[in-house]
């Protein structure tokens, strides 16, 4: 579907004329005067140390993985690609995964990465041609972001029809690698570990 320039301009007219009204719209809370207002607002939009982390991200890397259908089963082993790039001024960090072969069928996926500066929290979204979910999740970093551990928000599986949840661990562990590893809870029951992907920067990268 296309969208014309002019409806962009005029969302993002409408987008700042909310910001520039909340004040009239709170009644008496005083929350300052406008150039009060307009200081919170570009602090709040401001990419920090959280964002400038995200930059060890950029590039192409060889992936490969393991999912674990459950515990002690052998794994099912997997190799890609992933291509990542900052956007929207180094705010946010894309990924665009693939792979010619995941449990029988090709794999293709992009995730969103960012930090919420207000929530104070890493978050992420994720969708993949293995479903029509979209994932969120929300975490928070350790080791100067070399460690960011996040919680997604309840989901349905597709196969089971019971809702679950994930935890996920990103760990740089050199200059050109990091590894992620995924659990999975249902219900009560105790958390099993899901899988692990490694990420090694593609030679020529760097």
């Known amino acids: 579907m296309m969208i014309r320039r002019s409806t962009l301009i005029s969302a993002a007219t409408f987008g700042l004329a909310v910001l520039l009204v909340s004040p009239v719209l709170a009644g008496d809370e005083d929350l300052g005067s406008e150039e009060e207002m307009m200081a919170k607002w570009m602090e709040a939009s401001s990419?920090?140390?959280?964002?400038?982390?995200?930059?060890?991200?950029?590039?192409?890397?060889?992936?490969?993985?393991?999912?674990?259908?459950?515990?002690?089963?052998?794994?099912?082993?997997?190799?890609?690609?992933?291509?990542?790039?900052?956007?929207?001024?180094?705010?946010?960090?894309?990924?665009?995964?693939?792979?010619?072969?995941?449990?029988?069928?090709?794999?293709?996926g992009y995730g969103l990465s960012g930090f919420d500066i207000l929530a104070g929290k890493h978050v992420d979204t994720w969708i993949d041609n293995m479903g029509t979910i979209i994932l969120t999740y929300q975490g928070e970093c350790s080791d100067n972001c070399g460690k960011i551990v996040s919680y997604s928000d309840p989901y349905v599986d597709p196969m089971t029809r019971t809702e679950k949840t994930q935890r996920i661990v990103t760990e740089k562990t050199g200059d050109d690698t990091m590894t992620v590893t995924f659990f999975e809870t249902e219900g009560e029951a105790d958390e099993i570990k899901r899988g692990v992907i490694w990420y090694a920067r593609s030679e020529g990268e760097g």
């Open 47 to 108: 990419p920090g140390p959280h964002h400038e982390s995200m930059k060890a991200g950029v590039g192409t890397w060889d992936i490969k993985g393991e999912w674990y259908t459950e515990p002690g089963a052998d794994p099912i082993a997997w190799t890609g690609t992933a291509t990542q790039e900052l956007i929207l001024g180094g705010r946010f960090l894309t990924q665009h995964a693939e792979s010619p072969g995941m449990m029988g069928m090709p794999f293709e």
